[in-house]
């Protein structure tokens, strides 16, 4: 690869482990969190993994023009989003069958364990994502770069 690739994708991958980090944090189990520590239940419905995703998709889909030539690495990076994200729900419904509160050495180790997950998950998202990436044109890096640095998913002005 070109010096000038690896400006582009380092960057990209950057921001993705960021947002991966966040998620785990964000998005734990509410069962989990501080907040939720002892008998009081959260009134607030969390989404699924899944549903993030399926959002995440959908948005993507529409920002990022994709071609029908680019369908089948779509297609492939997709896929690996949603067994991600079913992973992901299957390990929060896990967690939170134990539901009994932890101490602050146990959720500093679930958050960990929940790290792990996603940085496995983000070397099985990385294949896919690159192999897109590179088949995308000028343009269209250029809008997946600044989705990645901003988090906006925006629809595309090109019909």
Same mark, same amino acid.
């Given at each position: ?20 980090? &966040? ?6 189990? +509410? ?32 920002? &990022? ?13 997709? /896929? ?38 996603? &940085?496995?998950?983000?070397?099985? &998202? ?23 640095? +901003?988090?906006?998913?925006? /629809?595309?002005? /090109?019909?």
């Amino acid at each position: 690869m070109k010096q000038k690739d690896y400006q582009v994708i380092l960057p990209a991958i950057l921001a993705l482990v960021i947002v991966t980090f &966040l998620f785990a944090i964000l998005f734990a189990n +509410t069962t989990l969190s501080f907040a939720a520590q002892g008998s009081k239940k959260s009134s607030v419905t969390r989404t699924s993994a899944v549903e993030r995703t399926e959002a995440q998709i959908k948005q993507l889909q529409g920002t &990022l023009n994709i071609t029908e030539s680019q369908q089948d690495l779509w297609n492939n990076l997709t /896929r690996v989003m949603r067994e991600n994200a079913q992973d992901m729900d299957a390990f929060t419904k896990e967690r939170a069958a134990e539901a009994k509160p932890i101490n602050a050495l146990e959720h500093m180790k679930l958050h960990s364990q929940i790290t792990e997950i996603h &940085l496995a998950q983000l070397d099985k &998202l990385l294949p896919p994502f690159e192999a897109l990436y590179v088949s995308m044109s000028d343009q269209q890096k250029n809008i997946t770069d600044i989705v990645f640095r +901003t988090g906006k998913y925006g /629809r595309s002005k /090109r019909k």
